[in-house]
C-alpha cells in the first residue's frame, strides 16, 4: 500500500508530466505555425514521451493500490520566440522536472517506501537523457546563430526523431 503522502506526490507528478506533454504541444503548435515541420514533430515526439512518463506513474499507483486523482493541468505559453529561446526554456523546464522528481524521492525516502524509491529510479535516469538531450539541442542552436540555412538543415534532422 501507498501512504496518503506518497500518493499524493505522485498524483502531483503526475499532473507535472502532463503540464510537460502539454507545454510541448504548445511549444509543437508554433513551430507548425513558423513553418518548422522538423522541430514540430520532434515536440510531438516529446509530448508523447511526456504523457507516457505520466502514465508509468499512473499504471505504478494502481499497482500498489493506490487511487490516481487528477489534478488541474494550467494552461501553457502560446507565445513563443525564437527556436534558441524555445530550447532554453526546454532546458530550464526539464530542471525543474528533475527537481520535482528529487523532491517525490525525499518524500519517498522519509516514508521509507523502498518499493517506490526503486521504481524512481528509472525517472532518474531518464531525466539524465532529457537535460542532455536539450543541452545538445540549445548548444547546436548556439552555433548556428541567426544562419538561416544551417536552421532549415537542423530542422530536417530534429524531424527525423522517431
Ligand atoms: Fe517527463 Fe521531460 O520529463
Redesign the pocket.
Known sequence: MLSKAVEGAINEQIKN?LY?GYLYLSMAAHFESVNLPGFAAWMRV?HQ??TA?AMKLFDYVNDRGGRVILQAIEQPPSDFQSPLSIFEQVLA??QQ?TATINGLYEVASSEKDYTTLNALQW?LA??VE?EKNATLVLAQLKMIGEHSTALVMVDRHMGKRE
Open positions: 508530466e510537460s516529446q514521451e511526456e512518463h523546464h526539464e522536472v525517472f531518464e531525466q532529457e
